[in-house]
């Protein structure tokens, strides 16, 4: 597979309807996937992955996930650990060390049909690498915008260098699929390749209205006459949580009987509970103990300005709630602002902390009706629809050139 070779046709493809509903007529794939993140790991990227890995294993594939040894991996699916170590600023998720000596013997005994990477490490530089030279199609995922993180993590001047690598990286690969419109139309005119879209589902059984408990509002010492603003997330700079908590504040004194919860954790918790102790911190929930989490709320603030997606405003979507966020990523995607949510145009934070607020204040039924709407919304993002578009994706990198 050379550089220069044009697989446009696939990343075409997923800007199109309809694409394939049922598999292909070809073999089942050998398919490998390669991250530094995967489920038991609680973030966007592992459940995406996730959910992408155990739908095409329903749908007649073999998959194999490639990714650094931690405790707890999932015995229902076919694993090959490597070494790692902890990613700076995430120290709960650990980098795939560069074995392509490994990766090399191993592929070269039982060679997948494609291989997916899904994350920019020196473990999925190795893999791509190591499967070129094999002859194997690779494929890529675009899950982070790490290069605008840097601010956060000390290293914004590297901005460009940043972007520069996963642009090298990712144009070698037969094309890289990305969640939204938005991204592929940032990443194009920063001169990546190939690019498509696959867009992101939620289980809408796990997360759904009927999952509100009374019981855990009480907990919360939540009101039945008042709302409950939410975040569900990351608590690091890079998700702006100090913004959410901002707009806790100034929706609490439009209404005072008005109660925030944040669920998650991360290297700013302790000193946002020190300074927000009006705030009730949930900590890091899971499978139906986050749905009842999600459901139990009313007005979700999504302060983030630097995700490729954002998984949770879909899953706070699903559960019925009020999405107030910045006009971007899934947001913009699926928020109509006034009808099934909030959005903010721009920047400017302040306005966003005001939006949240000025929510808070409307009437709880007016709320519930613009929860219903979001609910019906989600409705038409479940995995099923995904999976087969990822398929075909998989399928389309294959037929589309070597």
Known sequence: MSEGSSLGGTAESLRSEPLPSEPPAEEPLRLCLVTETFSPEINGVARTLDQLVRGMMARGHRVEVVHPRRRGVAEDVEHFLVPGLPLPGYPELRFGLPVARRLRRRWSQDPPTVVHVATEGPLGFAATFTARKLGIPVLSTFHTNFHDYGRHYGYGLLRRAVLAGMRYFHNRTAATLVPT??????????????????????????????????????????????????????????????????????????????????????????????????VVFCGMRTGEDLGRHYAS??????????????????????????????????????????????TVPGDDRQELAELAAAVARRPLDELRAIGARARVTALGSGWDAVVKRYEAALFGVLTGGS
């Open 181 to 278: 419109e938005e991204i592929r139309r940032g990443l194009e005119s920063s001169g990546f390749q190939r690019v498509g879209v696959l867009a992101r589902g939620v289980d809408t059984k796990l997360f759904s209205p009927q999952r509100r408990d009374d019981e855990l509002r009480a907990r919360w010492d939540a009101r039945p006459s008042a709302p409950v603003l939410s975040y569900v997330g990351r608590i690091a700079g890079e998700k702006d949580v100090a913004l959410a908590l901002e707009a806790f504040r100034r929706a609490r004194r439009a209404v005072p009987d008005s109660r925030a919860v944040v669920v998650g954790d991360g290297p700013h918790r302790q000193r946002s509970e020190e300074a927000y102790p009006e």
């Open 297 to 342: 709320g009313d007005v979700f603030v999504f302060p983030s300005r630097t995700e490729t997606f954002g998984n949770v405003v879909l899953e706070a979507m699903a559960s019925g709630l009020v999405v107030v966020a910045f006009d971007r990523a899934a947001a913009h995607e699926l928020i109509v602002s006034g009808e099934n949510g909030f």
